[in-house]
């Protein structure tokens, strides 16, 4: 029997030196850390698992493990197993599960069955630092004379590695290495969140071979980073990490074509640009000289995209502007603008006195020395000045000419003068004229200022607080409103028309003046207006 015995192992050291010879495999069960959950130990311990004797059937060291028990294999590095063998002894293993390490739990392999005393199974690579073979099952105190562990050696290797690359935008570019015992590859790119798999399409391809050929790239895939994953079933190497710089072309949202400014303010010229920038550069257009760089001195301050006129003179008014900006890969010109200096107006000519009987229509007119002037006609009585609106006794208010309808008595000596300011909007102080004087006629009485076919006013002028409306005609009997209004335009009595046609109006409190009576209709419509003075 001890004869057969020795045969059988003999036979079997054969086929292990054969399968050693043929496949250069090793037992990577020899260098493996051995344990058990609960069993044998010292001759018996797990450390006989993978001690590399191969003993004949009964004959120590061998190792065993209760039932139901489990037996592991740990390696300091990751290993690419594809086969273990099982060296049985005279108290067989028949069942367990076969099972490796993913990182963080056990994942099953295979469920195995068997009786013989020398046994072996094989499955699909797996790339792990544990093996368990657990639910140990079969004999009561199952033991094993060796299980030995074989896999796959890895010679897959990169050899020359991808270097960054530093292209203009739009161009073309590569990522090439070089590997030994190689069957697949796989690009991948790090945008900014991780790295992901490159998949061809009109920017990239060769994704999958061991150069990455990158066409017309987007100023986007500035600093995108790059690696290659070569590998050979389970065997991988990955290459060192490359960056792609893409220096952008440079673009300009250009200038507007006009732009204003006030005298004196301090004006900002613009555009949006982007692109790998190295300089900015802005230029005037002198006439004879053609385009000149502006001086980054007083009044201009340089600012990038923006050049600083600080208080515009208006010398520059009509000036041309652009800019030039020059790039790591190219450069551009903007479209050229022209400056228009808005300067704030003068009285060129002021108003003249006026000497006007009483109840006439008189102007007052002045000119400034700018076109767009915007213009606030005042009047003093005696000296303090307020604003004049449209509206009763004026028009014109806003203009440069302002008539005073059915002037008065009351009126004689009054001052009246024009505020003159830009019409660009410009926030500066504008100019004030000198002041025209209204000369009165003294009246013979004060009549009606019109429609006396539709309305009459009484006493007037009037002394005391009393003051009415008499409607007749086309308005006897409506509804209606009546306004008072001073010399300003401003209202400063609202009240109904009394239905009987005669209305009273308190006029008691009103200063010595002349006023307007104006009657509303449906729709805020003006249907009749008279004028009345309060003595």
Not at 85 to 106: H, I, L, Q
Not at 436 to 456: E, F, K, R, W
Not at 496 to 502: A, E, Q, Y
Request: overall charge neutral.
């Amino acid at each position: 029997m001890c004869q057969k015995i020795t045969i059988k192992i003999s036979f079997f050291a054969m086929l292990f030196m054969v399968f050693s010879i043929n496949t250069k495999a090793q037992n990577l069960a020899l260098t493996a850390t051995a344990a058990h959950s609960g069993g044998g130990a010292t001759t018996y311990a797990a450390t006989n698992y993978n001690d590399g004797i191969y003993n004949a059937c009964n004959n120590l060291p061998w190792g065993w493990v209760s039932t139901n028990g489990w037996i592991e294999y740990t390696w300091g590095s990751t290993q690419n197993i594809t086969k273990v063998v099982f060296r049985k002894d005279n108290r067989p293993m028949t069942t367990c599960v076969v099972e490796y390490w993913n990182g963080s739990a056990y994942t099953t392999i295979m469920n195995y069955s068997g009786s013989a005393c020398d046994d072996s199974i094989t499955f699909a690579a797996v790339s792990t630092t544990k093996l368990r073979f657990n639910t140990v099952g079969g004999s009561s105190n199952p033991n094993h004379r060796e299980i030995e562990v074989y896999g796959i050696s890895c010679s897959t290797d990169i050899s020359n590695q991808p270097v960054s690359k530093t292209i203009c935008e739009g161009e073309n570019t590569t990522f090439a290495i070089t590997a030994i015992d190689v069957t697949n590859y796989q690009w991948q790119v790090n945008e900014g969140s991780g790295f992901f798999d490159v998949t061809n399409n009109t920017v990239y391809s060769g994704a999958t071979t061991n150069t990455l050929t990158i066409t017309s790239a987007p100023f986007s895939a500035n600093g995108n980073q790059y690696r290659c994953m070569a590998s050979k079933s389970i065997c991988k190497d990955t290459s060192t990490v490359v960056s792609l710089t893409v220096n952008g072309l440079v673009k300009s949202e250009g200038l507007p074509l006009k732009d204003t400014s006030c005298i004196n303010a301090t004006k900002d010229i613009t555009t949006k640009t982007e692109g790998s920038i190295l300089s900015y550069r802005w230029q005037i257009f002198i006439t004879g000289q053609g385009y000149v760089d502006v001086p980054n001195a007083p009044p201009y301050i340089h600012m990038g995209n923006t050049l600083r006129i600080a208080g515009v003179p208006d010398t520059l008014d009509g000036s041309i502007f652009r800019l030039l900006v020059d790039g790591i890969c190219d450069s551009t010109a903007t479209n050229d603008m022209q400056l228009t200096v808005n300067v704030v107006p003068q009285v060129a000519v002021p108003p003249s006195d006026v000497l006007a009987d009483h109840g006439d229509n008189v102007m007052f007119e002045i000119q400034a020395s700018a076109a767009g002037a915007k213009y606030q006609w005042q009047v003093a009585a005696p000296d303090t000045f307020v604003n004049i609106n449209d509206g009763g006794i004026y028009a014109g208010a806003k203009t440069n000419r302002l008539t005073v309808i059915g002037v008065s008595r009351v009126q004689d000596n009054f001052k009246f003068r024009c505020v003159v300011r830009s019409g660009a909007g410009c926030n500066a102080p504008g100019d004030t004229s000198d002041f025209g004087i209204l000369n009165v006629n003294p009246p013979l009485s004060v009549g009606a200022l019109t429609n006396d076919d539709v309305m009459v006013l009484y006493p007037n002028p009037t002394g005391n607080s009393d003051l009415f409306i008499k409607t007749k005609g086309s308005l006897a009997g409506r509804e209606l409103k009546y306004k008072v209004v001073d010399k300003t335009g401003r209202t400063i009595i609202v009240g109904n028309v009394s239905g009987n046609d005669k209305t009273r109006v308190d006029v008691g409190r009103l200063a010595a003046d002349i006023y307007v009576v104006e009657i509303i209709a449906e729709g805020n419509e003006t249907v009749a207006k008279s004028r009345f003075t309060k003595l």
